[in-house]
């Protein structure tokens, strides 16, 4: 069962080097995985400077968020498809149990995380390895969050709509609409 899903990463792999007319040159698809709950600026800023540097971007939403989750898997899947739109070569794709299968599966090598302080390293780097010793072949690559989003994450996003503060340059518009609607809901 794995292995056929495997084999069909293979085959995606095989008809984007076609799509891409480059077919003697190898095609690389690239994963950035995360919960999204919701999706940021800060996310957003990893995500397009990504996409220009692979011919196929994945964004993977986890469908196991650790944390007491604000939006549904399908209402994240949904925000990132939507802010997503303008990039030709990004998909979205939810995921669930270990990350370096689903890797495997869509055929990528590379994992994409973006890192915004030192506190975000001793994280990182744990999940890195371990991913690396379950699968030597895949490596995660870091991008340095742009300075503007170094203080982001989606939990102080959420603070700030839950007190009503101003939530400009901070999510894409659509999802500062969809927050304004879960605190109006008064479910947060
Ligand atoms: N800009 C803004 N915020 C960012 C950001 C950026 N560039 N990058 C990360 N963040 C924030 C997120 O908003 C989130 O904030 P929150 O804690 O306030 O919600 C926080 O950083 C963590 O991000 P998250 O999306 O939860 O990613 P993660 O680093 O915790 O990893 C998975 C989540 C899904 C990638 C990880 O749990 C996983 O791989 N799961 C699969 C299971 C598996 O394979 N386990 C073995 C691996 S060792």
């Not at 056929?4 to 293979?10: A, H, I, P, S």
């Not at 989606?154 to 709509?161: D, G, N």
């Given at each position: 069962m794995k292995r056929?899903?495997?084999?069909?990463?293979?085959e995606h792999l095989k008809e984007v080097k076609e799509k891409s007319g480059e077919a003697g040159k190898k095609a690389m698809i690239a994963v950035y995985p995360g919960?999204?709950?919701?999706?940021?600026?800060?996310?957003m800023d990893i995500i397009e400077r990504a996409s220009g540097l692979f011919d196929?971007?994945?964004v993977a939403v986890s469908t196991h968020p650790e944390k007491n989750a604000w939006f549904t898997l399908q209402e994240r899947v949904e925000m990132v498809r939507q802010s997503c739109?303008?990039?030709k070569?990004?998909?979205v794709q939810s995921f669930q149990g270990l990350l370096v299968q689903f890797v495997r599966e869509k055929g990528a090598r590379v994992i994409i995380k973006g890192l915004r302080a030192v506190s975000d390293f001793d994280y990182e780097f744990q999940m890195a390895a371990m991913n690396r010793k379950l699968a030597?072949?895949?490596?995660?690559i870091f991008l340095m969050t742009s300075l503007p989003y170094a203080y982001l994450s989606?939990?102080?996003?959420?603070?700030?709509?839950s007190l009503r503060g101003c939530l400009r340059g901070l999510v894409p518009d659509l999802v500062a609409?969809?927050?304004?609607?879960k605190v109006n809901e008064g479910r947060r």
């Open positions: 056929d899903k495997v084999k069909k990463g293979e919960t999204f709950d919701p999706i940021t600026s800060g996310h196929e971007l994945i739109q303008h990039l070569n990004v998909s030597p072949e895949i490596e995660t989606s939990s102080i996003v959420k603070e700030v709509a609409q969809r927050l304004i609607e």
